[in-house]
Structure formats: C-alpha cells, structure tokens
C-alpha cells in the first residue's frame, strides 16, 4: 500500500507551472556563481594555448559541478510538490551548498578545493537521502536512494582530489564528474533495483520549461554584469564605448535569437509530450550547451571592452567567436527538439562564424566582436523574414511521443 505521507511530497496533478519565490530565491546564488566561472576564465584568457585549454578544462569541471546540483534540484521541483516544507528546506540546503561552491570556486584548483568538495557532496548526498526519509514507505523512495548511493561513490574521486597535489587534482575530478555522469545517462542502476533514468520521471513539464528559460535568462544577465561592471572600472573613451554597446547589443540578439518560437514553445512542447521526462532530458543537455557559450559570450565582451583594438590573441577569439559559434550549434539542436527541423540560417551562422575566425586573428578585438554581432543580426533576421505572414507554429519534436525504457518511476518497485 502507498504511504500516504511519502504522497503528499509528489506534486497534484493539477499544480502550478511557474517557477516558486523560493526557486527564484535558489536562483540568485547562480547568477554570483556564474560571475565567479567567467572570472576564472577572464584571468587565464592571456595565457598560451596549452595553459589556456588546462584552465578551461578546470572551469569546466567546476562548472559542470554547478550545473550537476542547479539540474537535479530543478528535477526535483518538477516532480516534488516545491510548496511542502521538505522541498524547501532541500532547495534552501542546495542554495547554500552552491553559495559554498561559488566562494569557493575562483580557488578551488589552489587552496579552497576542500570547501567546494564539500558543498557539493552535501548537496549530492544529502538532498536524496532528506528526500527519502520523507518519502516513509512510498514506491519511488528507491529513487533517490540511488542517487544518494552514486552520489556517495563518486564522493571517493572528489575526496581523493581535494587533498591530492595539484597535478593529480584535474584527472581524479574528472574521474568523479565521470561517475556522476555515467549514474545520470544510466538512471543510477543499482543490484535488485535497476535502473531509474530521468527521461522516465513523472515531472511537471511545464514547470521544467520555466526554469531551463529562466537559468538560460541568469546566463544573459551575467554577460549584463561583464558588460556593466567592466566599462564602470575602465576610462570612458570612445573605443571602449563602442565595445559596450556592441556588447549590449549582441546579448540582445542572443535573447531574440534563443526566443524565437522555439524558446516560447518549450512549455507547450512538454506539455503534449507522452513522455515529458525523456524530451526534458533531451533539452536539459541543449540548455547546458546553450549557457556555456552564452558565458563564454560574456568573457569575450571583458576582453573587448578592456582592449578594444589591442592583440587579438588566438586565445581572445576562443571566448569572442567560439561563445556564440557553441550557442549558435546548442540553439540549432534546441529547434530540432521542438520542430523536428533545423532553419538554415542556423547552420548559415554558425558557418559564417567558422570561416571567418582565420581573418579574424588579423584583426583586432572590436572588429571580431562586431563581425560576430553582425552575423547574429543577421540570423534574427532571417528568422524574422521566414516567420513573417506565417501563422504560429507548433511544436512537432520526434522526442514529443516517445517512450522511455526505463519507464515511468509510478512504477519503479
């Protein structure tokens, strides 16, 4: 027999679709720690390039730790009731885990390792296990059992790293953001129990929508931080004014571009699918490329506005052209998500951004900004020209009436 007092923690089916004030809340650590991954990456961008593709490796590894803890408590609100008072003192708990993580992150390769280890393992550990207590007798409390058991063996990776030497400290992180990842694409098998995979979980999808637009809106407003905080601590002169509002202005067109009937139709394409788990899934890992080059966008604009027509570095053109060349491809499989199709202007962008980068390492950072904002216009106005007269589309994705083989957790023993 269910535990009624393990049912009351999962949502109605008639619940709210929007993000809560306590989500939102959770939210604003985010946006401080997505400051602090720009700024590890702003500090090594002058650096050659083998010194350059370690320190974005190590971000990248702090990042995706981030992005791990923001994804599964975001899956959690989407299939827990956010309003009970143990889904609040979880998303509490996970803001200060990832508020640790992000004070700690500009050191976390040095001296802080430790402290971000152990927020995020708090999290990681301790959210699952706090949601099964209270889930009592309930059927689906062998899921986060799960993910408390492969939170806890990738636990011996992250450990090993924090007080390895810093040589060793990158490949045993790997290691464990490995098995964090393998748990994930497996659904966190287990003996006697299987597999739980997240594409199979019963979320309010809707719910899932609002919150992968949101987290892609804090990416956009910490490229409005760079811009604002970097040409406020620098000579007003018109180069470096020039720089901003070329910045503002290609930040914009990320908005428009990700917006355009794809990113309004997110909620509804998860609304209709049969399957709302595998296609939200599907959109989380696009989400996750999606914010990547957005952040990697807003690098670019420092580097721009603080030397508008120095050096361009190889280097440079990684954050200024390859930003937006990663959210260009990430935007393009996002459509295919939700119509089943890809606009030509998506690829037409991204193509023109390839070809140009070579002739771009001639010229200085400005004119590589402002040729990047070009091509961004000109791909919002394809969409604008293609949409025109036309009537509203619908989503058509092929993940929309899929199933899923690891099945629904209504049905997990």
């Known amino acids: 027999m269910t535990d009624w007092r393990g049912a009351q923690l999962l949502r109605p089916e008639v619940s709210a679709t929007r993000a809560t004030f306590l989500e939102l809340f959770f939210d604003l650590v985010f946006v401080f720690a997505l400051t602090r991954v720009s700024v590890r990456l702003i500090d090594a961008a002058g650096d050659s390039g083998g010194e350059l593709a370690v320190e974005v490796a190590r971000t990248g590894v702090l ?21 009970h008072g143990v889904i609040q003192f979880v998303v509490v708990g996970s803001m200060f885990a990832a508020l640790v993580m992000a004070v700690a992150l500009p050191g976390a390769f040095e001296d802080r390792a430790l402290p971000f280890v152990l927020g995020y393992l708090a999290a990681m550990i301790g959210r699952p296990l706090v949601v099964a207590a209270a889930l009592h007798r309930h059927p689906r409390r062998t899921v986060p059992l799960r993910l408390a058991a492969w939170a806890a063996a990738g636990a011996v990776p992250w450990l090993a790293g924090a007080y390895a030497p810093d040589e060793l400290r990158l490949p045993l992180w790997v290691l464990a953001l490995t098995v964090d990842g393998i748990g994930l694409l497996l659904g966190w098998p287990l ?29 956009l407003g910490e490229t409005i931080l760079v811009i ?3 040409y406020s601590g620098m000579a007003f002169t018109a180069d470096r004014a020039g720089a901003f509002a070329i910045a503002f202005v290609t930040t914009a067109l990320l908005w428009r571009i990700y917006f355009h009937r794809a990113g309004h139709l997110l909620a509804e394409a998860l609304r209709v699918a049969r399957s709302a788990g595998r296609l939200g899934s599907s959109v989380g890992a696009t989400h996750l490329a999606i914010v990547v080059g957005v952040l990697g966008t807003g690098v670019g604009y420092e580097l721009v506005i603080a030397h508008p027509y120095g050096r361009t570095d190889p280097g440079w053109l990684v954050f200024v052209v390859g930003g937006p060349a990663i959210f260009l491809a990430a935007r393009a499989r996002f459509e295919y998500e939700i119509f089943g199709r890809v606009s030509w202007s998506r690829w037409g962008g991204l193509a023109a951004l390839l070809l140009l980068a070579p002739a771009l390492t001639l010229s200085s950072p400005m004119v590589a900004l402002a040729a990047v904002a070009a091509v961004l216009a000109a791909v919002a106005t394809a969409d604008a020209w293609r949409s025109r007269g036309r009537p509203p589309e619908v989503p058509a994705s092929p993940l929309l009436h899929g199933g899923d083989a690891g099945g629904d957790f209504h049905r997990a023993p």
């Open 63 to 83: 990042f995706l730790a981030l992005w791990l803890l923001w994804s599964i408590t975001t899956w959690v609100t989407s299939r827990y009731e956010p309003e």
């Open 228 to 230: 604002g905080v970097t």
């Open 191 to 219: 003996p006697r129990l299987g597999p739980a995979r997240a594409s199979g979980w019963l979320i309010a999808g809707e719910h899932l929508a609002d919150r992968y637009q949101q987290i892609f809106l804090i990416s």
